[in-house]
């Protein structure tokens, strides 16, 4: 085993994950924290969370999907074992989102029909794209499409989410730190095991960049969506934290300079679509793929 | 936590199936053997063909866990639901944490180059049935899947392991009891979620009883030299290939 892979085996993640920072959690938050009233009891703000928490299911699925089927296509047992380690953080990240809609109201019952409903069509298309390479057993552009562009979206994503919540939601804040330390670790094996093998096949670039840019898009066209539909329920909640902090409660953070108390969705979206973006140009020239620049959608 | 047997009968699948109950069931033992086995455990004075013979047999376990962690990955995405989904995930990690302990414990008794002599050991007959599993994965062919995955190279495994712990090396035994203690857990899988395919759909138990006919041979073949390479009598293999048959049909697939 090359030297780094040995810091990404199940023995180490044993310790740093279910024996680190999971230890004493349930459903990744401590036991007994709940939703808080303000998204419970405001049918604005409890209707667009199921909607975001949605798409955090149906991306994690396609994290489930797109790592589970990628372990056949590695070619080292070190990258196999990895590679099973994240599909059971993917696995994980699924259980603990779909408990979040169970924890807001969705009945079990209606869990397919809830996703079904509020899926966001663009990010169905992002899973796809990636899930074609992954079925075409081609591992280098499945690990960039899941380790460097899915995981590098869903790491920001959270970041943002987390700075949303942290002073109103606990439970959600405890969350989605466990999940940001998880993509982190993702993120990192994917820099490192495929720098060296785009390295031998210099050829793959082409393709990869291709990929890269569709997904772009995709996701692009995503959050497009998703702010054009929270307006209202970004105020709500901005209304209700200011309420809050004037009880006490903790002020909204700033996060990579808007100020989450005040910021319009349209701000909002371009924050996080610079952030996404930038993130993806530094990654990828670490691994020796030219970043590609997708059309507006 | 409470017994889960208590709960109604989709709560319990629900839990059983879940990440919670796998981190529950596997941290005790996982932390108590870093790298696979109880560290305060000395090794062995193995001579040279005691030593030969264990790498060979561990070689085998390793391709065995590793035709698991690659069938078990690839059932994930066809899996017919999400409690399946979520327990296929954590059969993943245990069968790369199997595959990273084997390994481990070939290092510690000298072996370099470890994917080579893996591969240059292989029984062919066991590379046969690694093959046709991941056909049967490939063709998202759930139940005969499941059932050469999770009833049939589960029990196999479960057998020589349980065969092999009985004559081992302590370290190597130390391993091969927190192996057996996740393989119970995956037949289980396999036992419930074919159980109640075959009581759903009957029709289904002749596809699988064609699977076992196919399978078998190469079972057996695989069985008669990892049992001769662990030191067991002849006298005693039938008994014990007896012994897999006996405990696929405990599975409820005497067929």
């Known amino acids: ?161 987390q700075a949303a919540v942290s002073g109103v939601n606990p439970k959600f804040a405890n969350t989605l730190s466990g999940t940001i330390a998880d993509e982190r670790r993702h993120v990192g094996f994917g820099e490192n095991r495929i720098g060296s093998l785009i390295k031998q096949h210099p050829e793959r670039k082409a393709d990869v960049e291709k990929m890269q840019k569709e997904m772009a898009y995709h996701m692009l066209a995503t959050f497009s969506t998703q702010f054009a539909q929270s307006g209202s329920a970004m105020q709500e909640g901005q209304r209700m934290a200011q309420a809050a902090e004037g009880n006490g409660a903790e002020a909204p953070a700033k996060w990579h300079g808007a100020d989450l108390a005040t910021a319009t969705p349209e701000e909002m979206e371009g924050v996080l679509s610079d952030t996404v973006l930038k993130e993806f140009k530094v990654r990828l020239g670490r691994i020796g793929i030219e970043y590609q620049t997708p059309a507006a959608p | 936590m409470s017994d889960p047997h208590d ?68 059932m994930i995405r066809f899996a017919p639901n999400r409690r399946a989904k979520i327990f296929l995930a954590t059969q993943v990690v245990d069968e790369a944490r199997h595959l990273e302990v084997l390994l481990y414990r070939l290092s510690e008794l000298g072996v370099t180059h470890l994917e080579e002599v893996v591969q240059s050991r292989a029984n062919r007959s066991l590379l046969a049935f690694r093959k046709r599993l991941l056909q049967f994965v490939d063709g998202h062919d759930w139940e005969a899947a499941l059932f050469a995955q999770n009833v049939i190279l589960e029990s196999m495994e479960f057998s020589v392991f349980q065969a092999h712990v009985e004559r081992a090396d302590p370290i190597t035994g130390d391993m091969l009891t927190g192996i057996i203690k996740d393989e119970r857990r995956h037949m289980g899988f396999g036992e419930n979620e074919l159980g109640r395919r075959l009581a759903e759909t009957p029709h289904i138990r002749a596809r699988l009883q064609a699977v076992k006919k196919e399978l078998d041979p190469l079972v057996l073949d695989t069985f008669e030299d990892t049992l001769e390479q662990v030191g067991v009598e002849r006298s005693e293999r039938p008994e014990l290939g007896r012994s897999y048959l006996a405990s696929v049909e405990r599975l409820g697939f005497a067929l």
């Open chain 1, 1 to 161: 085993m090359s030297g780094f892979l040995s810091a990404y085996s199940i023995q180490n993640w044993l310790e740093s994950c279910p024996q680190g920072y999971l230890e004493d959690t349930q459903y990744g938050h401590a036991p007994g924290q709940t939703e808080p009233a303000l998204v419970l009891d405001n049918p604005t703000l409890l209707a667009d969370t199921i909607r975001t928490t949605v798409q955090l299911v149906v991306g994690e699925r396609c994290a489930l999907a797109a790592s589970s089927g990628l372990i056949n296509a590695a070619p080292d047992h070190a990258s196999k074992a990895f590679l099973a380690t994240q599909t059971l953080d993917e696995a994980r990240h699924v259980e603990i989102f779909t408990q979040r809609l169970y924890d807001l109201g969705v009945k079990k019952s209606e869990l397919e029909s809830t996703l079904a409903e509020h899926a966001n069509p663009n990010l169905v298309k992002f899973a796809e794209v990636l899930l074609e390479k992954v079925d075409k057993g081609d591992f280098i552009a499945g690990v960039v499409g899941q380790n460097i562009v899915l995981e590098g979206m869903a790491f920001s994503v959270f970041e943002m989410l």
């Open chain 2, 7 to 74: 709960l109604p009968k989709e709560v319990f699948l629900d839990e059983v199936h879940s990440f919670e109950f796998w981190f529950q069931a596997v941290a005790g033992y996982l932390t108590e053997r870093p790298n696979g086995h109880d560290p305060s455990i000395e090794e062995a004075d193995l001579n040279s063909s005691e030593r030969e013979a264990l790498i060979t047999t561990l070689c085998n376990y390793a391709i065995g866990e590793t035709a698991a962690l690659e069938a078990s990955s690839g």
